[in-house]
């Protein structure tokens, strides 16, 4: 498992409507192939700001595979207005994972 | 559920020796109350960097237990000194998430 992760500053009084096309979006990744599951967390420090955390089989299913789709063409014409400045895209490979056991 | 996540840029050179405190460190964090969970990554692009991610029951958990704790100063003595730059620690809760379903 590979993790994409991309800190999303969404523009000044845009945040509504970003949370209301990321619904429509969130679709169209999860139907591409390797695509293993996704979070979006709210940043509780700055408003705005959004933490976007992707699973990824390999990297090549994200940078290849969803890349190279329609579905990223679309994806990108939903989401990428609401960001300033671009976002930093980057990915993370597993090292150490402690589960909570209460 | 609080995430809360940070980019971690170890010293150049440094990387194994954080590894292994990190591996003598995480026992500190599971055991604070509220603890619920953590990810250690390494970037893929960027050698040195990571990310962290350890998930708390709630934002006091983080900020008032566990950094209230004798446990963070043990962390910190263990971990701090890799970090150049030090780095941001920002929280963030869940606001949708996506699961696989291959």
């Known amino acids: 498992m590979i993790l994409e992760a991309i800190v999303l500053n969404v523009r000044e009084g ?3 409507g970003f949370e209301e096309a990321f619904e429509q979006a969130k679709a169209i990744v999860a139907a591409s192939p390797g695509f293993e599951g996704l979070r979006l967390l709210r940043c509780i420090e700055t408003s ?3 933490l976007l955390l992707i699973e990824w089989a390999t990297l090549d299913d994200h940078l290849i595979g969803f890349r190279g ?3 990223f ?3 990108r014409g939903l ?3 609401f960001y300033e400045p671009a976002p930093l895209v980057e ?3 597993p090292f150490v994972e402690v589960l909570g056991g209460d």
Do not use: K, T, V
């Open 14 to 16: 845009e945040a509504a």
């Open 48 to 50: 705005h700001r959004y």
């Open 69 to 71: 789709s329609a579905g």
């Open 73 to 75: 063409e679309e994806w």
């Open 79 to 81: 989401l990428h207005h």
């Open 91 to 93: 990915h993370f490979e």
